[in-house]
């Protein structure tokens, strides 16, 4: 998955209507998966489908909470696709999830998808310097 963020982020991409400069590649963290794949698997176990959490975290609060030292930049969430290239694609097709990915103030990414459905969340953040 990170190959086919980094292959988008690299190259001119439009999101919408507009036209994104291409962008440095992005880092994998552990942290970020961590909380990525909490999330999803929170959606799925609890059948619902939004950036806040049930028990009304948000995404930056979320990481926190998985050890993630850096600064959450943003959140991508998708559900019923089928795979990796399925759901980049829907991300890259959506102005805004695609904004996300290309956000050249993020450097590091996690991404999961829950351990039962179709359930997806990326997340997006930038070291401290």
Known sequence: ???LVNAARTKATTCGSNVKDPVAAIQ???E????ALDHSNDMQAKNYFSHTGQDGSSFGQRAKAAGYAGSPVGENIALGYRDEDAVMEGWLNSTGHCNNIMNGNAN???IARSA???YWTM???RTKK
Do not use: T, V
């Open 1 to 3: 998955m990170l190959s």
């Open 28 to 30: 994998w963290s552990d």
């Open 32 to 35: 970020l998966a961590k909380a």
């Open 108 to 110: 590091e990414i996690g």
């Open 116 to 118: 039962e459905g179709n």
């Open 123 to 125: 997340i997006l953040g």
